[in-house]
Every structure is written in C-alpha cells, then in structure tokens.
C-alpha cells in the first residue's frame, strides 16, 4: 500500500504500512542540548551521527540536527511529486507528513472532503501540467506558488455514495481515464454546466500534455 494510491489516509491505512515495516514513526526531539536528553536519546542521536546524518543539507541548517522544527498537523496533504495524476489527500488519521507533501488547510467555509474530491478534474489537472515541471522518467512537480495557483472547480454538495466512488476507483488504481470519467461527470457537467465538447476538448489537451511528460503514449 502507498500513500499517493489513497484518497483518504485513515488508521487503516496507517496499520497497513506498519505491518509492511515502513518508516512511518518519527521521534520529536526537543531543541535542546545534548547533555540535557536522556542516555537512551544522546545513545540514539549518536547513532545519527556515527552515519553522517547530521552532515546532511537540512540537518546542518538546525540549531540542534536532531530536532525537527515546525511539526504541525493539516486536514489535507497535496503530493508535490506524481507519476500519472495529481492528488489531494484528505488527513483523516491527523499524521504528520514529510516535505513530499505541501499540507493543506481548509477555510471554515470550505468542506476537506468535497475540495479533495473537487480536486481530481480535467480542468484542474490540465493546469497543473501546464503550471508545473517535469523531470527524469516524466515525473511531474509542483511549487508550492504553482500548487497554490491551481483553479478547482468547488463542489458545495456532495454525496456520500460519490464521494465513495472516487475513493474506491482511486484506492483500486482504476485507470486514469475512469476516474475523470466519474469525477468530470459530477463536477465539469453537473456543477459547473460544461457543455459536452467543452469537457472532451480538456480531456484531450490533458492527453496531449500527459504523454508529452512521459513521452509515449499512456492515455
């Protein structure tokens, strides 16, 4: 099981990647001196330092190595770096994340799980091709300003059986192509009235942009 395969990361998805041994746990030290921790902690950052972790670029930048700074907690994850597709995660099991994510946090006005479902369209995922990079193998990234000048359609109502849908087709791997047939249905057409042609044209050009990325033809 991976991360970037769900739409919701929840307890289950966290016992999953327990069980397969992942890294998924990380120690809050406290920004203090060495001398001040418990031996079970200097023995444990000594270790660290035995294999060169604190030479490392973002260790070296710390007033304590050891300490990681800024732990906060967000409702939603963005995926900076994605192969196929884009994804808003919804953070239903409140972890916290590592910089492969950007967090996300929902204005009251807003609902987690109708933006992360509002999200995956051909109209946001034609602007995210446009406005992000590309690199080795086509992987494809985005900034956190690229990120955050993504258009999203917004769903004010959703259902719980579509909301369902999505989560299903996107935790099964479905094709690409399936989960914008769905999800283009619901908030293209429906939502916001796109004509019939209007949604096929962006289907395409989003086509176009993803097999230029990995140059070959995926969709």
Sequence with gaps: MQVNSSLV????????????NEDIYLISI?????KDLSSDLMKYIEI?????IDQRYKCKKRPYWYSVPYLWKSSAMFVKRTHMMPKLIINEANVYVTDSFYRVNVLDKFDTNNLAFSFHNSLT???????????GGG??????????????PYI?????????????LIENDSQLADILDFADRIILQDEMEFADKD?????????????????????
Excluded: C, W
Aim: aromatic share 6%.
């Design 30 to 34: 406290p920004a203090i001196g060495k």
């Design 139 to 152: 992987v494809l990234e985005l900034t956190p300003n690229e990120f955050k000048s993504l258009k999203v």
């Design 9 to 20: 990361i929840d307890k289950k998805v966290i016992s999953e990647l327990d069980k397969q």
């Design 48 to 52: 660290g330092e035995d294999n060169k």
């Design 125 to 135: 995922m034609v602007l995210a091709e446009l406005r992000g990079r590309f690199y």
């Design 156 to 168: 004010k109502e959703l259902s719980k059986a579509n909301f369902q849908k999505l989560k299903y």
């Design 199 to 219: 949604i096929k044209k962006l289907r395409l050009i989003h086509k176009s942009l993803v097999n230029r990325r990995l140059k070959k033809k995926v969709l």
